[in-house]
């Protein structure tokens, strides 16, 4: 990262772990935001280490909370993952206690000064280890492109979409609330298809369908729950229509940390499903063109 972005004078790189809460807390000192993005997330790679995804997806998330209110730190925002809904594998589990937990933490964290909330998307486009990373990968190597399944579907959301949205939620912040970007869904094959395209392997290297992966692979993921439509509110941010201009925002079930907060916002229907493959937004081939197209060079 270093290499990549330099040392400008307000940057300041640290060696740490999330593991490690006291070297969290004195990289936090002086900071205003933390936003922790750290997780061990590969389903099938972490489906059958349960207590290294425990150390650092929850005690990792526990330790940033703690230690960013030793440090006085104003507002906390954790990264979750759609698999956090209904979560049907390790890493889902793991994000699901990861966002309980940070909502929670308010009850302790709010009266010290620190506000914890939570962002919740689905697949960030490009993003190493991602499945437009991997078709890239496969491409440029001259081989098959991999599908799980030919009727798996996806939430996708940009990298730049996914600052947006962390940046909107910290200054949103009310304390322990979950935020939702309102996001279109798309056809593993098509994003094949559309990378088959950007990368010229069309012909040379055809789509093999490999199964779904070990450790619980969803072929549909979903962004709210039943309960979650109950109690979230629809809110219009008037942004640019690529990324989309509405959010969810989900208020925390008690917040008497916070008594007088106030989440404005329309209703949802209550037999409303935020599924992937149930969406009313989707993106086409021709569409997910020019997003790849847009990936960084260096995540091959």
Not at 151 to 156: D, E, K, P, V, Y
Not at 234 to 256: A, F, N, T
Request: glycine share 8%; hydrophobic share 45%.
């Amino acid at each position: 990262m270093a290499e990549a972005i330099g040392d400008p004078p307000p940057m300041r790189w640290m060696l740490g772990d999330v593991r490690d809460r006291d070297r969290l807390e004195s990289a936090f000192w002086g900071i205003e935001w933390v936003i922790h993005a750290a997780a061990l997330k590969r389903v099938d790679g972490v489906s059958f280490h349960p207590t290294e995804v425990e150390k650092t997806n929850v005690t990792g998330t526990r330790n940033v909370i703690e230690a960013a209110v030793r440090a006085g730190v104003q507002r906390v925002l954790i990264i979750s993952s759609d698999k956090a809904v209904a979560p049907l594998n390790l890493y889902g589990a793991s994000k699901f206690f990861a966002e309980q937990m940070a909502v929670a933490a308010n009850r302790y964290a709010f009266p010290r000064g620190t506000r914890v909330g939570v962002v919740r998307y689905g697949n960030v486009l490009g993003s190493r280890g991602s499945v437009a990373h991997v078709f890239r990968r496969q491409a440029v190597l001259g081989q098959s492109l991999t599908v799980t399944d030919p009727a798996m579907t996806r939430f996708i959301i940009t990298m730049e979409h996914a600052v947006d949205v962390c940046l909107r939620a910290l200054s949103d912040i009310q304390g322990g609330e979950i935020f939702v970007p309102v996001l279109p869904s798309a056809r593993v094959v098509d994003v094949a298809l559309a990378a088959a395209e950007v990368w010229n392997t069309l012909t040379t290297s055809p789509m093999q369908i490999v199964g779904l992966r070990s450790g619980g692979e969803k072929r549909h993921e979903r962004l709210l729950s039943e309960d979650e439509v109950l109690r979230a509110r629809l809110q219009s941010l008037s942004r640019d229509p690529l990324y989309g201009g509405e959010r969810y925002v989900i208020p925390p079930r008690i917040h008497d940390w916070n008594p007088a907060a106030i989440w404005i916002g329309d209703h949802i229907e209550t037999d409303f499903r935020y599924q992937s493959d149930l969406n009313d937004w989707w993106l086409p081939v021709e569409a997910l063109i020019p997003l790849l197209k847009a990936m960084p060079e260096e995540m091959v």
